[in-house]
Nanobody, 128 residues
Framework: QLQLVESGGGLVQPGGSLRLACAASGATLAHYAIGWFRQAPGKEREGVSCITSGGSTNYADSVKGRFTISRDIAKNTLYLQINSLKPEDTSVYYC??????????????????????WGQGTQVTVSS
């Protein structure tokens, strides 16, 4: 059974960087479209980026140019490099698989309900 485990979060000052990881077991990540999401206290979960099985990437406007999604096929791990962090980036960050029945050649992180197998999340706090 596919399981996702996020890691890499922490407390960082504004302008700092983090690299989040999403390690998969029970399935090969490269076969799926995968997304990164975040949820701040009192707010709905929102998508920030996704990558297709073919390696195409999409980003939310709010993170474009600062966040980079990537994957290491050999390690079966998805990453999110976060640079130039801002206080408004403070959230719990999650990874999830786009429902395979929808296809893996595209990804739409705006459709949060189309994603499954959520990890437990990793907290990112940006504060001075």
């Amino acid at each position: 059974q596919l399981q996702l485990v996020e890691s890499g979060g922490g407390l960082v000052q504004p302008g700092g960087s983090l690299r989040l990881a999403c390690a998969a077991s029970g399935a090969t990540l490269a076969h799926y479209a995968i997304g990164w999401f975040r949820q701040a206290p009192g707010k709905e979960r929102e998508g920030v980026s996704c990558i297709t099985s073919g390696g195409s990437t999409n980003y939310a406007d709010s993170v474009k140019g600062r966040f980079t999604i990537s994957r290491d096929i050999a390690k079966n791990t998805l990453y999110l490099q976060i640079n130039s962090l801002k206080p408004e980036d403070t959230s719990v960050y999650y990874c999830a698989i786009q429902n395979p029945g929808l296809g893996s050649w595209y990804c739409d992180f705006g459709r949060v309900d189309d994603f499954d197998h959520w990890g437990q999340g990793t907290q990112v706090t940006v504060s001075s």
